[in-house]
């Protein structure tokens, strides 16, 4: 069964430098997502992307974050200048965007170590 | 504004017996509601699903029921079997291919 895949699994950073967290969603899915979840919190929603554009994004997702996909099979989730509250595990997702609504489909995850 | 609750941090039963996961939810425009189980180190994956239209979706062992008038859902498991223990999120969502709002979880434990 197609699956997303992430990388890293683990990602350790310093405050203050940039980081970039990759995807690979399923590959005829349209919709694209990045959630994170904080040690002992719940999933929470950044951003969502369709047709080369962000389609929704939260107050969480702020000008410090970006997301791209920049060559049609990756997505990708940067944060410029990383804080230590940004220490979480961030999923993406993504959604076949055809026909009725239908789940997302998670990858398992980079885990954002910020020191 | 917590929109999705799971009131049980965690739940444990028998192994055989029925789990029974609950959820409420706040936001009148939620149509889409799911049900995903995360292992540890893993992502959520999806287990089963219910549009606004329907009261009861039904796949195998798993079942979610929906009351839209009391802005409830729950999951019942039948057999629960020790492979079933994991956090079980509930979301929902308000349109086709939007963003999920998730629940805390339950830590569902099923003793053998």
């Known amino acids: 069964e197609p699956e997303v895949t992430q990388t890293p699994s683990h990602q350790v950073t310093q405050m203050g430098q940039e980081v970039i967290l990759r995807c690979v969603p399923i590959?005829?899915?349209?919709?694209f997502y990045w959630y994170r979840q904080i040690l002992g919190q719940k999933v929470e929603f950044l951003v969502s992307?369709?047709?080369?554009?962000?389609?929704?994004k939260s107050e969480i997702f702020d000008d410090q974050f970006s997301v791209e996909r920049p060559d049609g099979s990756n997505f990708t989730l940067k944060i410029r200048s990383t804080k230590l509250e940004d220490s979480a595990m961030y999923f993406c997702?993504?959604?076949?965007?055809?026909?009725?609504?239908?789940?997302?489909?998670f990858g398992d995850g980079t885990r954002l170590s910020i020191l | 504004d917590q929109q999705v609750k799971q009131n049980s941090p965690s739940l444990s039963v028998q192994e055989g017996r029925i789990s029974i996961l609950n959820c409420d939810y706040t936001n009148s425009m939620f149509d889409y509601f799911l049900w995903y189980k995360k292992y540890p180190a893993e992502g959520p994956t999806f287990l089963i699903s219910?549009?606004?239209?329907?009261d009861k979706n039904e796949d195998g062992r798993f079942t979610v029921f929906l009351n839209k008038s009391a802005k409830h859902l729950s999951l019942h498991i039948v057999p629960s079997q020790p492979g079933d223990s994991a956090v079980y999120f509930c979301a929902a969502s308000a349109r086709r291919a939007g963003k999920s709002t998730f629940g805390d979880g339950t830590t569902l434990t099923v003793k053998p």
């Open positions: 997702a993504s959604n076949p965007g055809t026909g009725d609504h239908q789940p997302q489909h």
């Open positions: 219910i549009s606004s239209i329907k």
């Open positions: 992307f369709y047709n080369n554009e962000i389609s929704e």
């Open positions: 590959s005829n899915h349209l919709y």
